[in-house]
């Protein structure tokens, strides 16, 4: 037998304010069964239409209630049909589950501070501080994006289906202005909190199990050997553009990411097996090993700043947005078209630096601190000088073929 399902708003003109204005109310009701809740929006008693269960008026005032009311209207009857798929649909329930409360407690931004309080204490032992940072991010653009899409502060974690995360994702791309690739990102990091609801075993149903998430293959950008020979070449008068250069041009040469640069120390210089210093430390954001031995140029580099720095720190490494903006600056001064950013750095050691040069990919891939090669393979590129020579040699192993055309 089909349920009856509906829903009324009415105001309390018993609980009216200073202002004059009422709480408009809702009430839901199934098969005779109701409940009630406060919808958190006032009007002025002498405005609300009884019989229309509406704001009286064409004003922007008006529509604009109006709006919300059938903003709150239209959450429920979603609620409603979603929680008829799982559970034997009831007023508390689609109440509930509107007001982002449950019978276990859990609401997606309890469990998302749940999730991000465990993350927090591992920060520095398997977890970063950026890879926390990305979760409170997450948690911002949902919280926002729950006030925004559904006028409510929390819901339910049962709540959250199929559409939600579309909404989710529309969201994203539109009003916060994210690209494809972070949008991207910030739905595995939703993903998680969701893998951890269905663990613990507080929904039973995938919202993801219609969703793929998708990263498109983004040009990462490089400097050519060209282009970093001007940055080495250039005459800075500016002290801060000089170390900046320095440090950047390092970065280049080592294919260190900036928080391992800043974080560089005398104690990770060390001599090798070879009798050649290598850089031999982990990095911060996963916590592999890296070993890079060190060439003329980042060895130069060092000795510049040799005993110059306090806490036997290697380089003058300035804050990360300090170093782009400079970076910007010295991109102009050497006339080079590009977004130059420090991690610009990181991709030109992967490819004008390194593969270009012969190295394999495997030994890249291992001082970069890859835990595998496809990330490798998203860094770097063959650059056409790599193709040229490649082919030269190739050309020659056919010189008796070739002789078969005179």
């Known amino acids: 037998m089909k349920s009856t399902f509906n829903v009324l708003f009415f105001i309390r003109r018993d609980k009216k304010r200073k202002d004059g204005t009422c709480p408009i109310m809702c009430r839901i009701t199934i098969d005779g069964v109701e409940s009630r809740f406060n919808t958190k929006v006032y009007v002025k008693d002498t405005k609300w239409n009884v019989k229309a269960n509406r704001v009286s008026g064409n004003n922007t005032e008006s529509r604009n209630l109006n709006a919300r009311l059938d903003d709150i209207k239209a959450s429920l009857y979603r609620i409603y049909h979603d929680v008829q798929r799982f559970h034997i649909a009831t007023?508390?329930?689609?109440?509930?589950?509107?007001?982002?409360?449950?019978?276990?407690?859990?609401?997606?931004?309890?469990?998302?501070?749940?999730?991000?309080?465990?993350?927090?204490?591992?920060?520095?032992?398997?977890?970063?501080a950026a890879?926390?940072?990305?979760?409170?991010?997450?948690?911002?653009?949902?919280?926002?994006?729950?006030?925004?899409?559904?006028?409510?502060?929390?819901?339910?974690?049962?709540?959250?289906?199929?559409?939600?995360?579309?909404?989710?994702?529309?969201?994203?791309?539109?009003?916060?202005?994210?690209?494809h690739n972070t949008m991207a990102k910030f739905m595995q990091f939703f993903k998680r909190i969701i893998i951890l609801a269905r663990n613990n075993g507080i929904i039973v149903h995938d919202p993801f199990a219609n969703y793929k998430i998708q990263l498109k293959?983004?040009?990462?950008?490089?400097?050519?050997?060209?282009?970093?020979?001007?940055?080495?070449?250039?005459?800075?008068?500016?002290?801060?553009?000089?170390?900046?250069?320095?440090?950047?041009?390092?970065?280049?040469?080592?294919?260190?990411?900036?928080?391992?640069?800043?974080g560089l120390t005398k104690k990770h210089l060390r001599t090798a097996f070879d009798g050649n210093i290598w850089i031999m430390t982990k990095r911060q954001k996963t916590g592999i090993n890296i070993n890079v031995p060190l060439m003329d140029i980042p060895k130069r580099i060092i000795e510049k700043y040799d005993d110059l720095l306090p806490d036997d720190k290697v380089l003058p490494v300035l804050s990360n947005q300090k170093m782009n903006?400079?970076?910007?600056?010295?991109?102009?001064?050497?006339?080079?078209?590009?977004?130059?950013?420090?991690?610009?750095?990181?991709?030109?050691?992967?490819?004008?630096?390194?593969?270009?040069?012969?190295?394999?990919?495997?030994?890249?891939?291992?001082?970069?601190?890859?835990?595998?090669?496809?990330?490798?393979?998203?860094?770097?590129?063959?650059?056409?000088?790599?193709?040229?020579?490649?082919?030269?040699?190739?050309?020659?192993?056919?010189?008796?073929?070739?002789?078969?055309?005179?």
């Open 91 to 128: 007023p508390e329930i689609i109440k509930n589950e509107f007001l982002g409360l449950d019978e276990s407690g859990e609401t997606i931004l309890t469990l998302f501070d749940k999730h991000n309080q465990d993350v927090a204490s591992l920060v520095g032992i398997s977890k970063s």
């Open 131 to 179: 890879t926390l940072q990305k979760y409170k991010v997450t948690r911002k653009h949902t919280a926002y994006f729950m006030r925004k899409k559904y006028r409510v502060a929390d819901m339910a974690i049962k709540s959250i289906n199929d559409m939600f995360i579309r909404d989710f994702e529309v969201y994203l791309l539109t009003h916060a202005g994210v690209s």
């Open 217 to 262: 293959k983004v040009d990462r950008g490089y400097l050519s050997e060209q282009e970093l020979n001007k940055i080495m070449e250039k005459e800075f008068y500016a002290k801060r553009l000089e170390q900046v250069r320095d440090i950047f041009v390092f970065s280049c040469f080592t294919g260190l990411a900036y928080i391992d640069v800043k």
């Open 325 to 406: 903006a400079y970076l910007k600056e010295i991109g102009d001064l050497c006339g080079i078209d590009k977004n130059l950013t420090f991690h610009l750095a990181r991709h030109t050691f992967a490819t004008t630096v390194t593969l270009s040069k012969g190295i394999p990919i495997e030994t890249v891939s291992k001082m970069l601190g890859h835990t595998n090669i496809q990330t490798t393979q998203i860094y770097a590129r063959i650059t056409n000088e790599k193709i040229s020579t490649d082919m030269k040699g190739l050309s020659a192993k056919f010189n008796d073929s070739e002789n078969l055309f005179e």
